[in-house]
């Protein structure tokens, strides 16, 4: 699945985008100005968008990508 596909699905499944998903990461105080804490790790995301969303791993995965800046909204 395209990186476009897993947003999609994600968006389609919560209801909630990229910018949701930043505001609320902010919220739960796993990023600040924008950027991850380097305190938290992959395995807190995800566990974080499983309990909460009921995400996969996959598409915790790429939520935690966007979150790192590894791949944003034009990513294939």
């Known amino acids: 699945m395209s990186f476009q596909g897993y947003l999609k699905t994600i968006k ?5 985008g990229p910018d949701d998903f ?5 919220e ?9 804490k380097t305190s938290v790790k992959a395995g807190d995301i995800v566990k974080w ?5 009921e995400l996969g791993q996959g598409h ?4 935690y990508a966007l979150l ?6 034009t990513s294939d």
Do not use: C, H, P, V
């Open 12 to 16: 389609s499944k919560t209801g909630k």
């Open 28 to 36: 739960k105080g796993f990023t600040e100005n924008g950027q991850i």
């Open 68 to 73: 790192k800046g590894i791949k944003d909204e």
């Open 22 to 26: 930043r505001k609320l990461a902010a």
């Open 60 to 63: 915790a995965m790429a939520i």
């Open 49 to 53: 968008l499983q309990a909460d969303f």
